[in-house]
């Protein structure tokens, strides 16, 4: 064989070997890629991923500034239960395009922030919210959390007033509501333990394929153990703001995915009625996960509330369908 064919042979041989450990990566961590993906496209959008050492502890956390020239308005997203500051990758280049300084954390336990032995409960992330904001220089700013990060949002404004000028929760824990799950739901052990979690995540969840719903298990596996902390911390009732949302104070946006089967829209309207001058606006055709599910219509609701001046009036109003 003369050099030329041997060459054009290796060369062969090493596209095919490239692609089969390509398929062999993208069936074995699937989950992986499509974290890269995400990150890549904040990266693409101006999000620039960060650490910072806050109170002794490593916090990550995404950073995106508004267009050239203007300091923006500084906005702190919280994250749910098993979810990290990446889930608001849908949000945060058109809040930042908007005007705002978006500063997206990593809960203590979730992400790429420190995973420390602790009890994960609704006050010490609380703390690592406050800790973290005195960190990167945030005097005061306006927060929004979603599900459990709705919870340490309220808890925040209620115990720090002078830290949040506005407050947007989605699909927010924190008040009592009768649940139809056992909580061990969210740490799947199994195949079908992830269809249920799905089920209630999601109004039409996907049938996942196998090799899919393998990664799942193993990410959620990963972390079960800070989710089971977590979720012992809150079912204790004690961080419980029932009794406490009549003092809230700064304007309030409530956003509900009509379908969340998770936490219902029944719990959205218990805060409603109890925060006095509070917004209700309601996403048909979501669930849990709205603020990713149906981005385009509560970005636009989030934007509208979070600039209106002055704040929007108590209310409650039905969004735009996603498509």
Wanted: proline residues 7%; glycine residues 8%; neutral net charge.
């Amino acid at each position: 064989m003369s050099p030329r064919y041997r060459t054009l042979w290796g060369m062969l041989v090493l596209v095919l070997v490239l692609g089969l450990a390509g398929v062999l990566i993208v069936r074995r961590y699937p989950l992986e890629l499509a974290t890269e993906a995400v990150r890549y496209r904040l990266w693409r959008s101006g999000a620039r991923s960060r650490y910072v050492e806050s109170n002794g502890r490593t916090i990550h956390f995404y950073e995106a500034a508004p267009p050239a020239g203007t300091p923006g308005t500084p906005l702190l997203l919280v994250h749910g239960l098993g979810a990290r500051s990446e889930d608001w990758s849908p949000l945060i280049p058109g809040l930042a395009a908007a005007g705002f300084h978006v500063y997206a954390l990593d809960l203590l336990g979730y992400g790429r922030s420190a995973h420390p032995d602790v009890d994960y409960g609704i006050t010490l992330e609380e703390q690592v919210v406050v800790d973290f904001m005195r960190t990167v220089g945030l005097n005061h700013a306006d927060i929004a959390g979603w599900s459990m990060g709705g919870w340490i949002s309220m808890k925040l404004a209620l115990d720090h007033p002078a830290l949040v000028d506005r407050l947007a929760i989605y699909d927010s824990a924190g008040v009592y509501f009768n649940a139809t799950y056992d909580f061990s739901v969210f740490t799947p052990r199994d195949s079908a333990g992830v269809t249920q979690l799905l089920s209630l995540l999601l109004p039409k969840p996907p049938v996942l394929p196998r090799f899919i719903m393998q990664d799942t298990l193993r990410r959620l596996q990963q972390n079960a153990w800070v989710n089971r902390r977590s979720v012992a911390a809150m079912t204790s009732g004690r961080d419980l703001l029932d009794f406490r949302l009549y003092a809230l104070r700064p304007p309030l946006l409530i956003v509900w995915g009509q379908q969340d089967t998770l936490i219902p829209l029944s719990a959205g309207q218990t805060i409603h009625r109890l925060v006095p001058g509070s917004t209700l606006a309601v996403a048909p055709g979501c669930g849990h996960l709205a603020p990713a599910q149906c981005s385009g219509p509560i970005l636009r609701e989030t934007i509208d509330f979070l600039r209106a001046n002055p704040p929007l009036s108590a209310g409650e109003v039905t969004l735009a369908a996603a498509h």
